[in-house]
């Protein structure tokens, strides 16, 4: 094969460059031209042997030698224009015109050479083109006419004596040796077609077996008459499992409308459709799947085209089938969290709402009645009436305060900048304590301030100011929330090494939807009620973390019109249960920041001058419900 190896690089560098661009084409201009130099040699090559032996040519003879060589010269025109069917219309002419020049010199229409008019035709189908089979069947019909033509009207020449032998001899050599390489070119055409036709089958099924997503192609019904092997490792079954209907019966029921839709919509309008549905997926007995699953799979369908398709045919489908849980996942992750962000902001922005009229209206009244002091001389106030404004702008300025601590609290709670100080005292004077402090504002609601008695309580090791503190804004709340006539009690009683404090009251309630949301900062619970009430929306939330700060749980019930019960569970020991890690922050939250940075921490320095004991504003803020 190697001694062959130089001319099949000379036939290959005669290819035009227009045709090297496909393998195909390449090798049908290899074809073509390489017989027809074999032919044309082997003709000029003889053309010495026979002068030797037959001796002067005559015209007709030097005419057909002179026709030999006609393929090359089709054979060079095709080589520098690269126009295929040209050069097969010429090579046809050329051999009707050489048989037909051997047949009329050897007997017309019945020469042995007339028989070769059949062979113009089978080389013309080399082009795999109609027009060429067409062009030169006519011209071996038009051949054959005239021969027929010729020897009906007698106008064949006279034979030359001993010439008929020798050219017989002649045009069978040469008719043999161009047939041949008519054969070979067609063989190596038909070897050339397969190899390229293997390389690309070799190279679809290399992709749909190592691309991720799933091809499958469906019936004019839907019904899945391919699949891709990649469909094993995306659904757990042989591709034979899903074919006819064994897809759709994997599709969620919820999601088949979808499925058929998209693939019925492709089908009969003929455009390209895309729907995402779930699929089932079987169990893994190798993983630790227990149960099949479902995975969303996104199908982009397109149609198949059919040159042939009538007018409103339903037409077969391609579809590509790809994983898309992760995206899914991915996307619901981030609308929980736009939700969250957005419940978070709604919240911060009732809780700036909230603090303009926390701090303006005790501000505007300690403004107005210090300038009102401030004027005493003009007014002609009585000492009277002086003892009385002072007392106004001194709870405006106590109300104030506890606004500012209750800010601090949250603020120190969050950053994880709040610090205790356990030590062993009695619970019961803590909740008697903050009886008789609330006791006024109780009377002054029209609602029972109530203590349920109890056993005897032991000592608590925990600070006493937050307890304090925790009491006070959950009694506070009560009170609040209760309408005049109503009820409110606290109790305690000891329980499997923890205090639990109780606070029960007969008010308005919260609703289920505010119930999950309280304890959460700067929320405050509105629905529920059927009137206003002050506050920052803050308190509950500082009881629940200063709660944490001891190792303890809170837990609250309750029911529109029938009242809320909040339990508190304390350790007795705080100093050895568990505390609930706080968070790693430098500084306050960006609200308690905008809101409390004066010059000179002058909102620290009033916050240490005040009597810890003070009562935080209630707030209708809860935690959320317990199973």
Known sequence: MGLFAPVRDYVASLVHPSAQQDALTAARHRAFIAPRLLGSVVALASFPIYLMARGAPTAVELMIFAWLVAPILIAYFLSRTGRYESAHVLSSLALTGLVTVVAVSTGGIASFAAIWLVVVPLEASLSASRRVVAIASTFALAAAGLLVLVSTLDLLPEPTPGGHVTLAALGIVSAALYAAGLALGGEALSRTSFWLLYAEEDRYRLLARNMTDVITRHGRDGAVLFVSPVAQSLFRCGAAELHGQGLFNRVHVADRPAYLSALGGTAALGESCSAEFRVRREAD???????????????????????????????????????????????????????????????????????????????????????????????????????????????????????????????????????????????????????????????????????????????????????????????????RFTDRGGRVTIGARAEAGNIVFVVEDNGVGINDED?????????????????????????????????????????????????????????????????????????????????????????????????????????????????
Not at 327 to 345: D, H, P, S, T
Not at 431 to 454: F, H, K, M, S, W
Not at 579 to 588: E, H, I, V, W, Y
């Open 285 to 479: 007995d190798a993983g630790g799947w227990l149960n099949a699953d479902f995975v969303w799979i996104e199908m982009r369908c397109r149609p198949v085209e059919q040159a042939a398709a009538e007018a409103g045919h339903r037409r077969e489908v391609v579809a590509v089938l790809r994983d898309v849980t992760e995206r899914k996942r991915q996307e619901k992750a981030l609308e929980e969290a736009r939700a969250e962000a957005e419940r978070a902001n709604s919240a911060k922005s009732r809780f700036l709402a909230t603090m303009s009229h926390e701090l303006r209206t005790p501000l505007n009244a300690i403004i107005g009645f210090s300038n009102m002091l401030m004027n005493e001389a003009t007014l002609r106030l009585e000492a009277e009436r002086r003892n009385e404004y002072a007392g106004l702008i001194n709870d405006s300025g106590q109300h104030l305060l506890a606004v500012i601590n209750g800010i601090l609290d949250m603020s120190k709670i969050e950053t994880g900048n709040f610090e205790i100080t356990p030590e062993p005292f009695a619970p019961a004077q803590v909740i008697t304590a903050c009886c008789d402090l609330l006791a006024l504002q109780a009377n002054g609601a029209g609602v029972a301030l109530e203590r349920v008695p109890a056993g005897e309580l032991p000592e608590i090791v925990a600070d006493k100011r937050a307890l304090n503190q925790i009491l006070l804004n959950l009694l506070s709340n009560a009170i």
């Open 515 to 627: 119930l999950a949301r309280v304890g959460e900062p700067y929320f405050q619970a509105r629905a529920s009620y059927d009137r206003r009430h002050a506050g920052t929306g803050l308190g509950f939330s500082i009881v629940k973390g200063l709660v944490r700060l001891h190792g303890g749980e809170v837990t609250i019930r309750s029911r529109i019109g029938e009242g809320t019960r909040v339990t508190v569970c304390l350790p007795i020991d705080c100093e050895r249960a568990p505390r609930a890690k706080q968070r790693s922050a430098k500084g306050p939250t960006d609200i308690a920041r905008y809101l409390l940075t004066p010059p000179n921490n002058a909102a620290e320095s009033l916050r240490a001058t005040a009597p810890r004991e003070a009562a935080l504003p209630p707030t209708n803020i809860r935690v959320k419900k317990s199973a």
